[in-house]
């Protein structure tokens, strides 16, 4: 990948396409008539002189700025401004110094696009971003050069795992997804271990085992550790699905669309990047990140309705359904967590229902949570970053949904209420320790971005979750 260089500073050097933004209500600009542009947010208008191209971005409402307008109003200026093939863009946030953070955000973000393979590019002259220079008042450059620094860390991670989350399932398997954990985390302060399927079966992962089973591409166990805390201080683990194909299995899905399933791992793919750049941030915590990765194929071998499971912790499930496989793997991999960290909370990720979509669709992910200073915590973390998330209930009774005749639980309950039968499910493995489960099957990609994200893969719950963990989570 091409480096882009910020810098922050007072004027532009060089000639660099200029970003400006706009507030409803104030002068427009010179020779913009009232009828092409009133500052909506996200609207552009292009200025061009003979020397430089200005590109005025709508804010909308002064009283109505959070961060996220800046960060997508930002986003959308580098994404127009890509398009018209420029490399070299100023930001001019004189007056919105307090938000540096969330505008170089969305300028790194919007910069990143799935290229895909092979096609004709030809036709398409959309530039690399090379440079991005940020510019503020004199006074505010020391603090504005803090939050531009972090705000990089972030969004570069970001497109990373947005990178990875677009492969599709052939070229990203649960053993390629851990050689690219074991890359990343070299030269970081991580460490990585690797379950292959022997260790897997060798400690008692008979969750990951039976929904990998029907695969030729054998399941996969990713631990990071990261210890930027003191030595005696017990970790936060997080927990996420990294399904790489969810075919379904036996119970096999119904084709349209099946082709988003490759997205079932985007809840392992922000728990990576929540390690790499909490190593990157020198975050002074311990954290522990478990991505149990395995691909849900029918066949021969594959795990089947009817059969019993032994998880890691000595729980059973009744399978009643394969499709129902992101909370098997989770269960491991939670009691996992549980068992050799007894952390102080586990913070658990998944494209787990089909349910949350029809209950919140895509501009928020489902939090279940029983730890209400945790639910505060991501809510305001939420309004921050714009990764949004709302409070869903898993109240005990939800667990009746599960109960078996035969096992510790089953599979699937009724269909009414399966977001929240499903959170009771993976719950049930974290047992007394806080639990926050996020439902991120309607976040974690988008078909009809917002202004500074492409189509794919949106890297959901990797910003909300620095956010949470830098203002101290109340654990
Ligand atoms: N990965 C899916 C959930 C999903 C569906 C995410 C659509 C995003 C969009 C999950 O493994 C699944 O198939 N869940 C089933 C559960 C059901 C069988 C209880 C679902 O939601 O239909
Ligand atoms: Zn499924
Ligand atoms: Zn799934």
Known sequence: MPTLKIDVRTSTVGSPDL?????????????????EFDGAPCSTVLLRDKTQRTLVVGLGDKDKIEPDTLRRAAGAGIKHLLKLGSTE??????????????????????????????????????????????LVKENELIAARAQARDAEIIATISNTIRGIGNLPGNMLTPAILAEQA??????????????????????GFGGILAVGQGSVNPPRLIVLEYRGGGRRETPIALVGKAVTFD????????????????????????????????ADLKLPLNLVGLIPSAENMPGPDAYRPGDIITTRDGKTIEVLNTDAEGRIILA??????????????????????GAVVMALGHRRAGMFTAQDKLRDAFLAAGKAT?????????????????????????????????????????????????????????TAWSTK????????????????????????LPV
């Not at 706009?22 to 427009?28: C, H, I, R, T, Y």
């Not at 863009?89 to 092979?118: Q, R």
């Not at 990576?272 to 750049?277: M, Q, S, T, W």
């Not at 189509?455 to 909300?464: E, P």
């Open 19 to 35: 970003v400006t933004f706009f507030v409803k209500g104030s002068p427009l600009p010179v020779g913009v008539p009232a009828s």
């Open 89 to 134: 863009v100023a930001l001019d946030l004189g007056t919105y110094a307090d938000h540096v953070g969330p505008a170089v955000e969305g300028a790194i973000l919007a910069s990143y696009k799935f290229e895909g393979f092979g096609k004709d590019a030809s036709k398409e002259k959309r530039g690399v971003l090379n440079r991005l220079q940020i």
């Open 182 to 203: 074991q890359e990343l985390a070299q030269g970081r302060p991580l460490t990585v271990r690797i379950w292959n399927e022997r260790h897997l079966a060798r400690d």
């Open 247 to 278: 075919t379904g299995g036996i119970t096999i899905k119904p084709g349209a669309q099946m082709d988003e399933m490759k997205w079932d791992k985007m809840g392992g793919l922000a728990v990576l990047g929540i390690l790499l750049a909490a």
């Open 332 to 353: 491991d991999a939670i009691a996992h967590a549980r068992l050799a960290y007894k952390p102080s909370a586990i913070l658990e990720y998944s494209t787990l229902t």
């Open 386 to 442: 714009g990764e949004l998330v709302w409070p869903m209930p898993v109240d005990d009774e939800y667990k009746e949904g599960v109960q078996s005749e035969i096992a510790t639980v089953k599979n699937i309950g009724p269909r009414e209420g399966s977001a929240c039968i499903s959170a009771s499910f993976v719950k049930t493995w974290a047992e007394e320790t806080p639990f926050v489960h996020f439902d991120i099957a309607g």
């Open 449 to 472: 971005p917002p202004a500074h994200l492409e189509a794919g893969a949106t890297g959901f719950g990797l910003r909300l979750t620095l956010a949470a963990l830098r203002a101290g």
